[in-house]
């Protein structure tokens, strides 16, 4: 049948996103950040060049971090952030994590969201975007800061 095919790509990617929420969830609760960056570089390694991302990855991607993080409690936007960079990076395609800062804002908000090619994968809208301040760039291909 040619229905179960789609069905059990998603069920297989969702299943991933699931696992992966649970442990990056659990690692950032025992503020193991730099083990986790370690994590997400050196699946990014196993590929000499990244990928170009399509936007069809993408919103997979997208879609299955969303619906994993609502079964996980406390999946904050860094989680999801962080969840959907090891699972590009898993498939050779390069993203990063921003972590920035509402402008304007009273209360310290931080929020992250992971970017593609120039895309917003989760985190929120472009409009959302424009209102925040850049604190910090974490790419999956390269240690350290990354390009702007």
Excluded: Y
Excluded at 79 to 89: D, E, I, N, P, V
Excluded at 93 to 117: C, K, N, Q, Y
């Amino acid at each position: 049948m040619r229905w179960r095919r789609p069905i059990l790509h998603d069920a297989r990617l969702l299943f991933e996103a699931l696992v992966t929420v649970v442990r990056v969830r659990v690692d950032l609760w025992r503020h193991r950040h730099d083990a986790l960056r370690k994590i997400v570089v050196s699946n990014a390694a196993r590929f000499p060049e990244p990928k170009a991302a399509d936007r069809g990855t993408l919103a997979e991607i997208s879609w299955a971090v969303a619906a994993a993080a609502r079964l996980v409690p406390q999946a904050t936007c860094l989680t999801q952030a962080t969840s959907g960079q090891l699972l590009l990076a898993r498939r050779g395609i390069d993203s990063t994590v921003r972590l920035s800062l509402p402008m304007g804002g009273e209360e310290f908000r931080p929020h992250a969201w992971l970017m593609s090619d120039n895309i917003i994968v989760l985190g929120g809208t472009r409009a959302e975007f424009a209102r925040h301040t850049l604190l910090k760039n974490m790419t999956a291909f390269a240690q350290g800061e990354a390009r702007p």
